[in-house]
């Protein structure tokens, strides 16, 4: 009876993992459901990747059976049981200088396709378009440097909801690999990408383009890609940075010409109807409503939306002292970071509009409800603190 009662568990718990397994579908511009292989990709280097990775598997492969075969044969079939003596020889020219010469000629015919693609990796030349790309903990901040798209500059931060990331929802299709702004370039074109970091190390990756570059602090490094065919890809940052590591994903949207242009010219009119004025004197409501949109993508992910923080590791805003008292303590906080903590400067990342609005929003939410001295900080104080 318990040996039919165990199988009778087995089976059903294979059936409830089939079910799961087949609720699990492959993501469009990621990662496949059982992927083993590289990704296809869809630019010319992740096919001189594929290429080269398969090549020297084979010849890896070869040699492994080669070397090892001839090896267990000669234990097999030399095997002092059928009575065969150990040479006595002391060395063998012909022997010697094949096992020098082969893996010479095996090593250069690896690494002659190997550095081509290497350098080819490397060629930022002649670019069509080039797009300067920041990593901050834990974002992506992107700007257009030349095109049709010149000076348009956004962040692009996680969007799967703290919901999900939270076990409080079910996982959306796109978990962990979504982001309010995607990255938008045209099809077929050369597209550079200038890279640096605003706090720690990060890595741009995207597995579908064949690229992965490290983002440093204080350092400018480049690489490229030309995408043949339209889509959405996705990546992630490769490069262990911090506390939400898992949370900056990369996604980048493929688009005709036509369609590039059309972009293009509605984020240049975005930008021209939307440019903040730091001399304009905001109202509470105003800066309130905007700070709370500016702390959701950028202070949310330490300080908690109930500004609680992370006990040990990120303080509270919800009664702190610095959002409780004087203004100026507070901008230069949010302003320049804190040296040897995990607050950044956000001064490079953020107007003068939205650091006056979030502090303002920190200044009246949670407990917090503007009972601390200068409750209302506006654009003018910020521009004059920096």
């Known amino acids: 009876m318990k040996k039919w009662r165990g199988r009778f568990l087995g089976a059903c718990a294979m059936l409830l993992c089939t079910a799961a397994s087949a609720q699990v579908q492959d ?29 020297m598997l084979t010849i890896c492969i070869v040699i492994f059976v080669g070397v090892f075969g001839v090896m267990f044969y000669s234990i097999w079939a030399h095997r002092k049981s059928r009575g065969h003596q150990p040479a006595t020889f002391h060395e063998h020219l012909g022997v010697e200088v094949a096992w020098t010469v082969i893996p010479f000629i095996i090593v250069i015919a690896m690494a002659l396709p190997a550095t081509r693609a290497v350098v080819a990796m490397k060629d930022t030349s002649s670019a069509d378009l080039t797009v300067k790309v920041t990593g901050y903990q834990w974002k992506w901040g992107y700007e257009y440097l030349d095109g049709d798209a010149a000076g348009v500059k956004f962040l692009s931060n996680l969007s799967t909801p703290r919901a999900q990331i939270e076990g409080r929802e079910p996982k959306g299709q796109f978990y962990l690999m979504e982001v309010d702004n995607h990255l938008v370039v045209p099809v077929d074109k050369k597209v550079r990408i200038v890279l640096t970091a605003g706090d720690v190390i990060h890595s741009w990756m995207v597995p579908d383009f064949g690229v992965k570059q490290d983002a440093i602090p204080g350092f400018l490094r480049d690489t490229w890609f030309r995408a043949e065919k339209t889509g959405t890809y996705r990546g992630q940052c490769a490069e262990l940075c911090g506390k939400d590591h898992a949370f900056m994903p990369i996604v980048v949207e493929v688009k005709s010409q036509a369609d590039y242009d059309a972009w293009a010219a509605e984020q240049k009119k975005k930008l021209a109807a939307n440019a903040d004025d730091p001399t304009k004197e905001w109202t509470q409501a105003e800066l309130m409503a905007r700070g709370e949109k500016v702390y959701t993508a950028n202070c949310v992910a ?64 949670w407990g917090n409800a503007g009972k601390g001295q200068d409750p209302v900080v506006q654009p003018k104080d910020v521009t004059a603190g920096r």
């Not at 993501?27 to 001189?48: I, Y």
């Not at 303080?315 to 610095?322: I, S």
């Not at 970071?337 to 001064?347: D, L």
């Not at 107007?351 to 920190?362: F, G, K, L, M, R």
């Open 302 to 365: 330490c300080h908690q939306a109930t500004g609680k923080g992370v006990p040990g590791s990120f303080p509270a805003l919800d009664g702190d002292p610095t959002v409780m008292g004087p203004k100026a303590k507070q901008i230069e906080t949010v302003l320049k970071g804190r040296p040897g903590t995990a607050m950044p400067a956000f001064g490079p990342q953020l107007n003068d509009v939205e650091i006056a609005s979030v502090i303002t929003y920190t200044r009246h939410a």
């Open 27 to 55: 993501m469009p511009g990621g990662p496949k459901v059982n992927q083993l292989n590289l990704h296809e990709g869809v630019t010319q280097m992740t096919r001189d990747v594929m290429w080269l990775h398969w090549m």
